[in-house]
């Protein structure tokens, strides 16, 4: 059962509030190989950096696992191909594929456009949370992109 904290609650003009969020919950982790974890719960949000996203340039294609696929921490579990070239996309965090992001299908180019946000990959139902603390915060991981 979700507490009013979880669900929102509705207000006596009848609109909903948005639930509160612990401000751990929008932070994100970075591998070296320029991919982030936005950790919500026990389910991660996976996708590449603006960073990568930039150095790849133009994406034209996302090629992403299939829901209920298992992923490990640092193997290969999709690709991305931009005008210029073709990538793995390494798994920051081990777990199941809970959801993809259907959208770059058809447009993949958000990515570039919204790489944090909207061009996600895939959210991950994590085996191991402790695997976050192994990643870069965004100061090391801008310091990390510097190199």
Do not use: C
């Not at 994100?28 to 590449?48: C, L, M, N, P």
């Not at 790849?56 to 992403?64: N, Q, R």
């Amino acid at each position: 059962m979700y507490s009013r904290l979880q669900t929102g609650i509705e207000s006596r003009h009848g609109r909903k509030t948005p639930p509160r969020r612990h401000p751990s919950h929008d932070r994100r982790s970075f591998a070296e190989s320029h991919e982030y974890a936005k950790v919500d719960g026990g389910v991660a949000t996976v996708g590449i950096t603006d960073y990568a996203a930039n150095a790849l340039g133009d994406i034209v294609f996302v090629d992403l696992p299939e829901v209920g696929d298992e992923v490990e921490k640092g193997e290969a579990f999709g690709a991305v191909e931009s005008v210029k070239a073709a990538s793995d996309v390494y798994a920051p965090i081990s777990g199941e594929v809970v959801e993809i992001n259907g959208a770059l299908e058809d447009t993949p180019d958000l990515v570039n456009s919204s790489a944090l946000e909207d061009g996600w990959f895939i959210k991950v139902k994590m085996s191991d949370a402790g695997e976050v603390d192994a990643l870069m915060d965004e100061a090391a991981y801008a310091e990390h992109t510097k190199e």
